[in-house]
T-cell receptor, first 115, second 115 residues
Framework: NAGVTQTPKFRVLKTGQSMTLLCAQD?????MYWYRQDPGMGLRLIHY???????AKGEVPDGYNVSRLKKQNFLLGLESAAPSQTSVYFC??????????????FGPGTRLTVL | GESVGLHLPTLSVQEGDNSIINCAYS??????FIWYKQESGKGPQFIID?????DKRQGQRVTVLLNKTVKHLSLQIAATQPGDSAVYFC??????????????FGQGTILTVHP
């Protein structure tokens, strides 16, 4: 199993450009999550999905959109990138919704810089 | 809002020593706590978790202690090795309701192990 993979690994955008980050998992997990990690801060939840075709807002959803058309993929979109969205983005997946027997597995991250 | 935080941002130890990383949480409704390890350039990796109905849980070389009275969580690493050098995050979650499955992360503690 590859686990959770993310593409691309690095990206530089200009203000106003758009892009999509792709997350894929091969563990047949129901739940998937997108986080951002900024210097000196822990991970903050952007959006999450409890199953194919469903999405929900997390702690910091503004400026982002997501889609879960296939169970194994979770896409994060930036329609008009802003410098404040410079961050490292992590995707995660889990079998259940954070219960005691569940674990969130993280991808390697995407480092995004918006100029 | 509710938050999870860490007392010490950095911790330096000698190889072979025991390490203790602390975490304070403020949401008394949290019933699930997790420790993650994050190495440079990688996503967080699950270490150990504990439910709120427990006060101690042991893994391989790691022990998590939970003190609900003072809302304090700690991670003990026995015989710390250079490979343990990383950033350690505590996270909390609440099962059920609209918060189900969403982790709230602390800022992180940098552990450096000197050979």
């Amino acid at each position: 199993n590859a686990g959770v993979t993310q593409t691309p690994k690095f990206r530089v955008l200009k203000t106003g450009q758009s892009m999509t980050l792709l997350c894929a998992q091969d563990m047949n997990h129901e739940y998937m999550y997108w986080y951002r990690q900024d210097p000196g801060m822990g991970l903050r939840l952007i959006h999450y999905s409890v199953g194919e075709g469903t999405t929900a807002k997390g702690e910091v959803p503004d400026g982002y959109n997501v889609s879960r058309l296939k169970k194994q993929n979770f896409l994060l979109g930036l329609e008009s990138a802003a410098p404040s969205q410079t961050s490292v983005y992590f995707c995660a997946s889990s079998t259940l919704a954070g219960g005691a027997t569940d674990t969130q597995y993280f991808g390697p991250g995407t480092r995004l810089t918006v100029l | 809002g509710e938050s999870v935080g860490l007392h010490l941002p950095t911790l330096s130890v000698q190889e072979g020593d025991n390490s203790i990383i602390n975490c304070a949480y403020s949401n008394s409704a949290s019933d699930y706590f997790i420790w993650y390890k994050q190495e440079s350039g990688k996503g967080p990796q699950f270490i150990i978790d504990i439910r709120s109905n427990m006060d101690k849980r042991q893994g391989q070389r790691v022990t998590v202690l939970l003190n609900k009275t003072v809302k304090h969580l700690s991670l003990q690493i026995a015989a710390t090795q250079p490979g343990d050098s990383a950033v350690y995050f505590c996270a909390e979650a609440t099962a059920g309701g609209t918060s189900y499955g969403k982790l709230t992360f602390g800022q992180g503690t940098i552990l450096t192990v000197h050979p």
